[in-house]
């Protein structure tokens, strides 16, 4: 299973962008890149996934680097509510989602 | 979107006694859902793999004994855990894959379940 790296912290002023960065430089080429967050005491809450190309929807923004080596998710108007643990994970093969230690990510009005 | 349903939301049992959690898939069918155990201030760490209809495969380290893994119908899984001890106290969630998808679609999770053993 590919294994990602993630700063354990980040703080971002409310209402600015905030930039998550993750790397998986083990990602085979079939292998996908899921963002996940979890605010405190709750089930984890999906945001967005891709595979080569740049994705967005209506909460995030994926981008993935051509080498596919690493990812940035991009929140584009953090609100306090974004405040939570982010989970960068290449998914397996055998469809498992394998959840490494995450990015603390502190919104500050 | 997709939801996962877990009951209990929370309990509290006595050391010795077993413990059934339930994750329903609410409104899609799911061959295969996922159990997860998380302790305070540290990450999910995937407990087992349940099908529907077969055996569960349990992750390394985790004993299938001890946490017992049912997935009868495709929206429904329990994790019974059995003999209680305080260190198994600990908030226990489940993730579900619709059926007939592949790797490009995402799992829902359920709420989770916090287990408090006395």
């Known amino acids: 299973d590919a294994k990602t790296t993630q700063p354990p912290s980040m703080d971002c002023a409310e209402g600015r962008a905030a930039n998550l960065p993750c790397n998986h430089s083990t990602i085979s080429g079939n292998e996908y890149v899921y963002w996940y967050r979890q605010i405190h005491s709750q089930g984890p809450q999906y945001i967005i996934h891709g595979l080569k190309n740049n994705e967005t929807n209506e909460m995030a923004s994926l981008i993935i680097t051509e080498d596919r080596k690493s990812s940035t998710l991009i929140l584009p108007h953090a609100t306090l509510r974004d405040t939570a643990v982010y989970y960068c994970i290449v998914k397996s093969n055998t469809g498992k989602l394998i959840f490494g230690q995450g990015t603390t990510l502190q919104v500050k009005p | 979107g997709a939801v996962v349903s877990q009951h209990p939301s929370w309990v509290i049992c006595k050391s010795g006694t077993s413990v059934k959690i339930e994750c329903r898939s609410l409104d899609f069918q799911a061959t295969t859902m996922f159990w997860y155990r998380q302790f305070p201030k540290q990450s999910l760490m995937l407990m087992a793999t349940?099908?529907?209809?077969?055996?569960?495969?349990?992750e390394q380290g985790v004993e299938k004994d001890k946490f017992l893994i049912n997935h009868a119908s495709l929206t429904l899984s329990t994790l019974t855990v059995t003999s209680a001890h305080p260190e198994d106290s600990s908030f226990y969630i489940c993730?579900?894959?619709?059926?007939?998808?592949?790797?490009?679609?995402?799992?829902?999770f359920g709420p989770g379940t916090r287990l408090t053993v006395t």
């Open positions: 993730s579900a894959q619709e059926a007939g998808q592949g790797d490009s679609y995402e799992q829902y």
């Open positions: 349940s099908n529907e209809g077969s055996k569960a495969t349990y």
